[in-house]
Structures are given as C-alpha cells and as structure tokens.
T-cell receptor, first 113, second 110 residues
Framework: DTGVSQDPRHKITKRGQNVTFRCDPISEHNRLYWYRQTLGQGPEFLTY????????KSRLLSDRFSAERPKGSFSTLEIQRTEQGDSAMYLC???????????FGPGTRLLVL | AQRVTQPEKLLSVFKGAPVELKCNYSYSGSPELFWYVQYSRQRLQLLLRHISRESIKGFTADLNKGETSFHLKKPFAQEEDSAMYYC????????????FGTGTSLTVIP
C-alpha cells in the first residue's frame, strides 16, 4: 500500500500525559497536512508543511501541540499534557504541491481519559 | 467563520431515486471546491473537484458562483453510495488548506 500511513491507529492515554503520532506521506508528495476531527464535525485544519518547513498553523493548535517534519518526509504531531478535549481523530494528508488533491491517511483516534 | 455549510446531517433516499447533497460556501473569491467521501471503515477520499468537471461514480457537482453553492447530484442512487460526504473548500494561494463542512450521511434504502 503506497498511500498515506499513520501510526498508531488508536491511542488511549490519561489526562496529563504526552502523546506523539506519526504520519508517513506518499513518497513524492512535498506537502503534508494535519487535521483534527471530532464527532459530528468535518476535519479541521491544524497545520501544514512544505517539505520540512512548517508554513501555517491554525489557532486550534495551542502551545501544547507541536508538529515536525525534520527531513521533509514523515511528520510527527505531539500533544503535551493532554486534556479530555483533545480526544479526537487526528488525520494526516499529503499532496504534490499546492492546488493538488490531498490524500488522507486512516487517522489516529485519540481518547484521553 | 463558517466557510462551508452542509445543511443536512442525514439524508435517506430509496435505491434508484435521485439524490442531491447540498453544499454552500461563503467566500467571494475563486476557491476550489471538492467533494470527499468516506465509506464505512475506509479513509476519506476524493470524489470529485469542480475544476475537473467530471462525473465520478455517476456523481456530478456544478459550481454556482451566484448562489455560492456546489451541490452534489446523482440521478439514480445505488446502495453502495451510502457513505459520509464532505464538501470542502480550499484557497490554492494560501497553502491549500481545506475547510470542510460538517458532512452529510447518505443512506440509500434498498
């Protein structure tokens, strides 16, 4: 499968713990996006990278959230001091340049107890 | 500000009946509009985009700038069309981030 992959697929954690998610985009895609989806809502944009540069961050991305794409390939999204409100599906997508179709991964479902 | 509105959370139609999923957007420029679909236990995937002007799986969508709408239509619904449908808008000159609607769950009744 050469699509976007995400790991882990599910994560249960206790409030206050840190969690890290990984996204592997389609290999030739230079743009990588993170979205969050809560129940009954569509995906909400969090941040995106062009190669290794993080070019935009949503206001949804509080200072507890950080994302990296160190070599312009895979990306990680870390949430520090998790809160119950962080419980959501975290989606990653990639595209080959601007204005191109985004391809989504299967998501990581986070539950904060 | 809500940029994409999908007024129907749930929509049920009988097999063979026409289906229309509504999408309205609020933006005065020239965005790109997309329909994404999520079948049960599958990932979000592109169904169609307005600039392609193509029909995918019998679905079409026409961008109406006057009414700021991008409704998705199919003349004869099939059971396999049952899924969650999301309308999305992007601004190619600003990073191409997507703004999604809240989605419409379509059920096609056999």
């Amino acid at each position: 499968d050469t699509g976007v992959s995400q790991d882990p697929r599910h994560k249960i954690t206790k409030r206050g713990q840190n969690v890290t998610f990984r996204c592997d985009p389609i290999s030739e895609h230079n743009r990588l996006y993170w979205y969050r989806q809560t129940l009954g809502q569509g995906p909400e944009f969090l941040t995106y990278f062009q190669n290794e540069a993080q070019l935009e961050k949503s206001r949804l991305l509080s200072d507890r959230f950080s994302a990296e794409r160190p070599k312009g390939s895979f990306s990680t999204l870390e949430i520090q001091r998790t809160e119950q409100g962080d419980s959501a599906m975290y989606l990653c997508a990639s595209s080959r340049g601007s204005g191109k179709t985004q391809y989504f991964g299967p998501g990581t479902r986070l539950l904060v107890l | 500000a809500q940029r994409v509105t999908q007024p129907e959370k749930l929509l049920s139609v009988f097999k063979g009946a026409p289906v229309e999923l509504k999408c309205n957007y609020s933006y005065s420029g020239s965005p790109e509009l997309f329909w994404y679909v999520q079948y049960s236990r599958q990932r979000l995937q592109l169904l169609l985009r307005h600039i392609s002007r193509e029909s995918i799986k019998g679905f079409t969508a026409d961008l109406n700038k006057g009414e700021t709408s991008f409704h998705l239509k199919k003349p004869f619904a099939q059971e396999e069309d049952s899924a969650m449908y999301y309308c999305a808008l992007s601004f190619p000159n600003t990073g191409n981030q997507f703004y999604f609607g809240t989605g419409t769950s379509l059920t096609v009744i056999p």
